[in-house]
């Protein structure tokens, strides 16, 4: 039998830390719960120590996810350490992940401690961590740039205390695939306990070689687990991308030789939903997922593709969840015919509620947009699920007028806890006129630092989705509107800005 390859996402932790990122407990939950439906092995679902919002939302997934196993990211202390293991008691399979920096650089710089201090700290971690769980997992931070002799040290060390998987970071994406995989192969060579524990790959992106130094901890390193996030979300240049590592590991097994517990069906769901929901779009170009991946513009291979698909075409788009028939549904197709696309698309709607909640929203679109494209609905059901939330603001209508030679006007309406609310503004042009309109109510005095239009499905008749940055007194977060009328699409996308700044400042307000 093949040996199996771990997958392990951490797209709700490291994802997370990227700026403008952060996800609320409910909506970690649903990209929890969509990854147990891609049948990730494990999710590290946040840090639980860090913030009473990251604890509660590990905690909810560890109650509510029951196939993958649940982690949480500790320091190496212990009252770090007790706080994931708290969050983690309801889970089937709790992990507990801590780490401390080994590179001399951080342990000098940041963490001011001597090599013997960090080596007898990460000791006592582990062993205090394996007191209340049995699956622990330790990481020597910047352990890429850590001498080979003292990583050969705190590795067995830790071992011997009981650490389940070693995950070898390359915190700083400084790594090249032959010399990383060679790094992994070495450690695993010299230190006389390695088969006690499984190895695990962490790679950041930063000179575009995540994938690539991951794939080579694996092949020559003889890694089996790969960590990594949907989309590649992550700080600065983020993380090994999960739909690349899969399909390359899938696509290329007469190489890896490795199986892998993914069902790759949910890839492009899993992949709109989080884009929707951190307000990270994803690039055309971006493999697997990105809406060109499997798109054949030049005639010689369009020519190809028809006669025999394999001439220009390495994995099946719909292996992944995007569907060969792209004109879906329209303004008379039914809640069954919904229904089963929803279904098609890998997309499970948690309650009949949240169901006709979703197909309501579709007719209102087919009245307004002919032909409904599969982007259409995985943007429309990714709004759906951010609206279930109780949302402080939330948009009822907009009217504006723009003419050449004069300053565009809007009045917007909108609810602030449940009250309507009208807003009016002048301004430079129509969307900065109507996102003035809210603030004439707001005055958040946030700082607009991004704001981008992307048409979902390609033409002029596509659903706008906009996304725009606010930053607020060291906050920043994202908001993500769509809409036929991107000057709506805008005003959603503030509001839900807006709405993200107020819970983070909840957040912060109730850790005292
Ligand atoms: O990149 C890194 O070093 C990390 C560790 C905390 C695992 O994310
Ligand atoms: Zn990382």
């Not at 679902?45 to 913030?51: H, L, N």
Request: hydrophobic letters at 40%.
């Amino acid at each position: 039998m093949a040996d199996k390859l771990i997958i392990f996402d951490t797209t709700l932790r490291d994802g997370e830390q990227s700026p403008g990122a952060s996800m609320t407990r409910d909506e970690k939950l649903r990209i929890a719960r969509q990854l147990e439906r891609l049948r990730v092995d494990v999710i590290e679902a946040g840090f639980a120590a860090s913030s009473n919002g990251d604890f509660e939302a590990v905690q909810a997934i560890a109650n509510a996810i029951k196939d993958s196993t649940i982690c949480s990211l500790s320091r190496a202390n212990d009252r770090d350490i007790s706080r994931a293991a708290e969050a983690l008691k309801g889970a089937n399979n709790g992990r507990i992940h801590t780490f401390i920096a080994t590179s001399p650089l951080h342990m000098e710089k940041k963490l001011r401690m001597s090599p013997e201090q960090v080596l007898e700290q990460a000791k006592q971690s582990v062993r205090f961590a394996r007191n209340l769980v049995a699956d622990v997992e330790f990481s020597p931070e910047d352990g890429y740039r850590s001498d080979m002799d003292f990583l050969c040290q705190v590795l067995e060390a830790v071992i011997a205390e009981g650490a389940t998987t070693i995950n070898v970071p390359d915190t700083v994406g400084y790594a090249v695939p032959e010399l990383y995989g060679q790094f992994i192969k070495t450690l695993r060579e010299r230190i006389p306990n390695s088969d006690k524990a499984i190895w695990s790959v962490h790679c950041h992106n930063d000179l575009g070689m995540a994938v690539a130094n991951s794939l080579a901890g694996v092949k020559l390193g003889g890694a089996r687990q790969v960590e990594c996030t949907i989309n590649g979300l992550g700080e600065r240049a983020g993380n090994c991308s999960l739909e690349e590592i899969v399909m390359a590991v899938k696509t290329r097994k007469d190489y890896f030789g490795l199986e892998m517990n993914i069902d790759p069906i949910h890839i492009v769901a899993a992949s709109r939903m989080v884009s929707q929901t951190t307000g990270f779009v994803v690039q055309p170009n971006k493999a697997v997922v990105g809406a060109n991946a499997f798109a054949h513009a030049s005639g010689i291979h369009q020519d190809g593709v028809l006669k025999a698909r394999d001439t220009y075409e390495i994995m099946r788009a719909e292996d992944v969840g995007w569907s060969a028939n792209k004109i879906v549904l329209g303004k008379l197709s039914g809640r069954n015919a919904f229904k089963q696309r929803l279904q098609e698309l890998g997309v499970v709607l948690e309650s009949e509620s949240e169901l006709n909640a979703a197909f309501t929203r579709f007719k209102e679109l087919a009245d307004r947009k002919s032909e409904i494209f599969d982007e259409d609905i995985l943007a429309l059901v990714s709004e759906e699920s951010v609206t279930q939330d109780k949302e402080q603001y939330a948009f009822v209508s907009l009217a504006q007028h723009s003419e050449t030679g004069e300053r565009p006007q809007a009045t917007i309406v909108f609810t602030v806890d449940g009250k309507e609310v009208h807003g009016k503004s002048d301004g430079n042009g129509p969307v900065d006129a109507s996102l003035k309109a809210i603030e004439s109510i707001v005055e958040s005095g946030a700082e607009m630092v991004l704001y981008s239009v992307n048409a979902i499905s390609g033409s002029t008749e596509s659903q706008g989705e906009v996304t725009v940055r606010l930053q607020n007194s060291g906050r920043v977060v994202n908001g993500v509107g769509s809409d036929p009328d991107i000057i709506v699409a805008s005003a959603k996308a503030y509001l839900s800005a807006l709405n993200k700044l107020q819970s983070k400042a909840d957040r912060v307000a109730a850790q005292g």
